[in-house]
């Protein structure tokens, strides 16, 4: 099963975050760009404006999180600015399947994010479409959060649910992922790793990537 790890730059230095991607874009996978727009989460990160440029600059594949109400609109717009991945919170959707539809036709893989209290089970109607399944392992908002082990089981249920996974569907886990963390995910199926403030709080980024690789590997 491949890895990856998705460094989130919500917690790096946003005077100058060219330089900020750069230390992790050679040992990383895709870059995960936080979207917050102060409604569906108490905090703001960027608006389309900003977003649409560190796409365009980022020299690896980006990973779009949206933390947004009507993911109608600003799903398909992330995909036209170029992300790789873009994710929607399905507890934010009204038409689920049409944003997955809009996403994957402008070219982008459609992942669907749960928080905490949602169930695996309530998205499990879409797997025939979507291309990654986001298990929230701390209720989104903020970086530096304590990674809650109890999602685990829905990583387990999520995974058992991929069965053999013949179209390549991820399965990502976001918040509190450390070098303390990231076996107890990995060992419940998850394949796909976002790490924030573990990497950007650490004195050298690159090097924690590594290792947070080496220890999701099998
Ligand atoms: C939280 C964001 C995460 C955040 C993770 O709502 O979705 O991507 O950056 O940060 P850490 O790894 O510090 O928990
Ligand atoms: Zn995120």
């Not at 995909?79 to 929607?88: I, K, L, Q, Y």
């Not at 944003?99 to 109607?125: H, M, N, Q, Y």
Request: contains cysteine; aromatic residues 8%.
């Amino acid at each position: 099963m491949a890895i990856r790890i998705t460094p989130s730059i919500l917690n790096a230095d946003f005077s100058q975050l060219n330089e900020e991607i750069l230390k992790v874009s050679s040992v990383s996978d895709l870059i995960h760009l936080d979207i917050m727009d102060n409604k569906f989460v108490p905090n703001f990160t960027f608006d389309f404006d900003r977003a649409a440029e560190i796409i365009k600059d980022c020299p690896i594949p980006v990973d779009s999180h949206l933390m947004v109400v009507e993911p109608e609109k600003a799903a398909p717009a992330f995909a036209e600015m170029g992300s790789a991945s873009v994710t929607f919170h399905f507890e934010a959707a009204q038409k689920p399947r049409q944003i997955i539809r809009e996403v994957k036709a402008k070219g982008a893989r459609a992942g669907v994010a749960l928080k905490p209290g949602t169930s695996f089970f309530d998205i499990e109607e879409y797997l025939d479409e979507i291309d990654m399944v986001l298990v929230m392992t701390v209720e989104p908002g903020f970086g530096g959060q304590s990674f809650m082990s109890e999602m685990l089981e829905k990583v387990k249920e999520t995974r058992k649910a991929l069965g053999k996974n013949e179209r390549g569907i991820w399965l990502q886990v976001d918040g509190g992922i450390s070098p303390d963390t990231i076996e107890s995910a990995a060992l419940a199926g998850a394949d796909t790793f976002v790490a924030g403030s573990a990497v950007y709080k650490s004195d050298n980024p690159a090097e924690m990537v590594k290792l947070l690789r080496r220890l999701a590997t099998p």
